[in-house]
């Protein structure tokens, strides 16, 4: 069964403090891997899609990688702005088929 | 440029009651979609349209029928309502399906 797990589940920050949020995946076949963001009572907002393992995508503060199993998305120096839950999405079959994770709500304190 | 509409935003409804959820998009995408969101799971795939014309079921498509009134349009009707199908529901849309989707806003609804 296809299955995308995030952590952590949820992650209290200072601002000015670097972290790492985690997606995990165990699919039939990647063909892309998604990020967006949500903030409380929205819809979510893509961020980034990655396509390789190797591959590499920044934005203002953030930046997303992927390998074989997991991508992460590191933030860096992160704002009290950048406080919302990131989803991950993984494609799993050419088409319809996106597999969401449950997300990582990430608070960040000024 | 409005992206993808819903309406409405907020919908409480007996058991047993029927309704409609609306959605538009205005970026002329071919591929549009329904999701359920509920606390601790991820988005889930109900009913998508990968154009205009085709219809097709998702992940959790029992209890619902949807319908592609144009390219613009893709609505989602709930025929007799269930406490279970109490969510917070987006609409998305794609350029073409695999693409990275664009929701929207959401609809919350408590079936009571």
């Known amino acids: 069964e296809d299955q995308v797990t995030q952590s952590p589940e949820a992650l209290r920050l200072q601002e000015g403090e670097s972290s790492s949020l985690n997606c995990s995946y165990t699919?039939?076949?990647?063909?892309?891997l998604f990020w967006y963001r949500q903030d409380p009572g929205k819809g979510p907002e893509f961020l980034f899609t990655?396509?390789?393992a190797g591959e590499e995508k920044e934005k203002e503060r953030l930046k997303a990688t992927l390998t074989k199993k997991e991508s992460f998305l590191h933030i860096t120096a992160p704002k009290p702005e950048d406080s919302a839950t990131y989803l991950c999405a993984v494609q799993v079959n050419y088409g319809q088929n996106f597999v969401f994770g449950p997300g990582t709500r990430l608070s960040v304190l000024p | 440029n409005a992206g993808v509409t819903q309406t409405p935003k907020f919908q409480v409804l007996k058991t047993g009651q029927s309704m409609t959820l609306q959605c538009a998009q205005d970026?002329?995408?071919?591929?549009m979609y329904w999701y359920r969101q509920d606390p601790g799971m991820g988005l889930r795939l109900i009913y998508y349209?990968?154009?205009?014309?085709?219809?097709d079921k998702g992940e959790v498509p029992n209890g619902y029928n949807v319908s592609r009134l144009n390219k613009r349009e893709f609505s989602l009707r709930l025929e007799s309502a269930a406490p279970s199908q109490t969510s917070v529901y987006f609409c998305?849309?794609?350029?073409?399906?695999?693409?990275?989707?664009?929701f929207g806003p959401g609809t919350r609804l408590t079936v009571l």
């Open positions: 998305a849309s794609s350029e073409v399906t695999g693409f990275a989707l664009v």
């Open positions: 990655l396509y390789s």
């Open positions: 970026m002329n995408h071919n591929s």
């Open positions: 699919v039939s076949g990647l063909r892309g």
């Open positions: 349209s990968a154009s205009e014309g085709t219809t």
